[in-house]
């Protein structure tokens, strides 16, 4: 059996979570939309033609922003194709996925989605392709008052009242080649500060988000994310982060231990907008928003291109598995642990596609194994990130040293409830934990929620929906200030500790 020893002190804290960090994103990309979220004539479609059984999976995780309409559809898009009447909407080549994009979904539907989802709204725009100016009409269609040209049309289209949308994310992944209208850091930091500049004279209250690297493996990375910082600084209030991570190379020890990649990412990030903070000798700060992450696996990057021109053809469908739901709360734990840093974290995407929450057109809906894990992190990681000292057995894969075999992260919130968060990645043998609590007295175990499977394999289809699911069978006890859990091989376990 493995081992591992883990201390928390109740005055050893990273920050307070932020509300945003329980957050996701919302693509016109495949089926994420339309035949996602979205599909009048279905049987459990409203009025509105908003799916509700994908509504039910959806209204528990109690997402605080939904990042929309992009993604790397944002490039080339046009926000004016979706507001207004539907008939009068235009039909687009839209590039990014190789796709038709009819715009019978769009910014205006969004917001009565978003608004019957009790969610808000973090609009990104078009600076790729499109310019300052069109970005601050889309801010003067959502937020302002009344009585111009844009603000006018929001009422016809009936929101009589502001939308009052608080982020914006100023473009999408730009540094990369596969967008249209790539940019370097500098012509790209100057560009989004005008556009910033010129969004915020409308809307005093907005944040910005600037786009910084698109993932670690970027050349560019971080020369870029410094470069456009240095150029907008004081104008911009987030950078922009994404990180995906693949068993392509079916190594499940290696993919496991690849959350480790997302810590050392995001830690450099950090660290990069320290650097530009300090060169400027600025008091302002500027956090992480952590606006696309997940696994993603599949070669499925490249079926755009065999069938093209579709409306809304499924795209980025992995079937995900047991062993993704502990990759993701690897992802998600850390999170938690730059509760510092990172103040926006979006799950990438939300239905169907790169999702763990699965449809068919005209048929069900039903969840694989990841959905689990980030449905514990919004139930349970709400509060205050402890530093979390993990002290465990070790090995080493294809491409990593030293891997803890216990990735383990805790929370307390306001109430004093302390959860812990703890993934043995050991694919063949338990673990056992035993984990020290310094300034936490009196507290027992109330629940220990497992989710593991035989095989990592295992997943989740319309048939046989509960295939993998949690279950609240763990053996954590409390014993001196000390709770002792023996995890089962490949687990994700959630420990609630309270008085
Ligand atoms: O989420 C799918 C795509 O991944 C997004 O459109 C893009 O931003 C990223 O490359």
Not at 74 to 84: A, F, K, V
Not at 181 to 207: N, T, V
Not at 412 to 439: K, W, Y
């Amino acid at each position: 059996m493995k081992k591992a020893k883990v201390i928390i002190d109740k005055d050893f804290t990273i920050a307070e979570i932020d509300e945003k960090v329980f957050s996701s994103f919302v693509e016109p990309l495949g089926r994420c939309i339309y035949g996602g979220i979205y599909e009048p004539g279905h049987e459990s479609a409203d009025e509105d033609g908003f799916r509700q059984d994908v509504m039910e999976y959806i209204k528990p995780l109690n997402l605080t922003l939904n990042r929309f309409p992009g993604g790397n559809f944002t490039s080339t898009y046009r926000w004016e194709d979706g507001i207004g009447p539907k008939e009068e909407r235009p039909r687009r080549v839209e590039v990014a996925w190789q796709c038709i994009e009819t715009n019978e979904f769009g910014l205006d539907e969004f917001a009565k989605w978003s608004d019957k989802n009790g969610s808000d709204v973090m609009m990104t725009v078009n600076l790729a392709t499109r310019g300052v100016l069109e970005a601050m009409d889309c801010v003067e269609y959502c937020n302002f008052e009344g009585g111009t040209h844009w603000s006018e049309m929001r009422k016809k289209n009936g929101f009589e009242k502001p939308l009052n949308y608080k982020y914006w994310c100023l473009s999408n992944e730009i540094d990369g080649i596969w967008q249209v209208g790539q940019k370097p850091g500098r012509e790209y930091g100057l560009l989004a500060k005008e556009a910033a500049k010129g969004m915020k004279l409308i809307d005093s209250e907005i944040k910005t988000v600037l786009a910084g690297s698109s993932s670690p493996g970027q050349d560019t990375f971080p020369a870029f994310d410094v470069e456009a910082l240095e150029e907008s600084y004081d104008f911009i209030d987030y950078l922009s982060v994404h990180h995906y991570i693949g068993n392509m190379e079916n190594d499940s020890a290696n993919y496991l231990a690849k959350p480790m990649v997302t810590d050392r990412y995001l830690d450099n990030v950090a660290a990069a907008i320290a650097f530009v903070k300090a060169k400027k000798r600025s008091e302002h700060e500027v956090y992480i928003s952590f606006d696309e992450f997940n696994t993603w696996h599949s070669i499925a990057r490249e079926e755009r291109f065999e069938k093209k021109w579709r409306v809304a053809p499924p795209l980025l469908e992995d079937t995900y598995t047991a062993e993704d739901a502990l990759a993701l709360g690897g992802m998600l734990l850390s999170v938690l642990r730059h509760a510092d840093s990172v103040k926006i974290a979006c799950v990438s995407e939300l239905v169907n596609c790169i999702s763990h929450i699965r449809t068919r057109n005209q048929g069900g809906c039903w969840v694989l194994p990841p959905y689990y894990a980030f449905l514990h992190y919004t139930q349970y990681g709400r509060g205050t990130a402890l530093l979390t000292k993990v002290n465990s057995d070790v090995y080493d894969s294809k491409d990593y040293k030293d891997v803890p075999y216990l990735d383990a992260q805790a929370v307390v919130d306001a109430q004093d409830n302390i959860t812990v968060f703890a993934i043995n990645r050991s694919l063949e043998e338990q673990l056992e934990m035993s984990l020290e609590l310094r300034g936490f007295e009196g507290y027992s175990v109330k629940k220990h929620i497992v989710l593991t499977a035989d095989d990592p394999k295992a997943t989740n289809t319309e048939d046989t929906p509960d295939a993998v699911k949690p279950a609240e069978n763990g053996n954590a006890r409390c014993e001196n200030g000390c709770v002792k859990a023996v995890l089962d091989k490949m687990s994700w376990n959630v420990i609630c500790l309270s008085k």
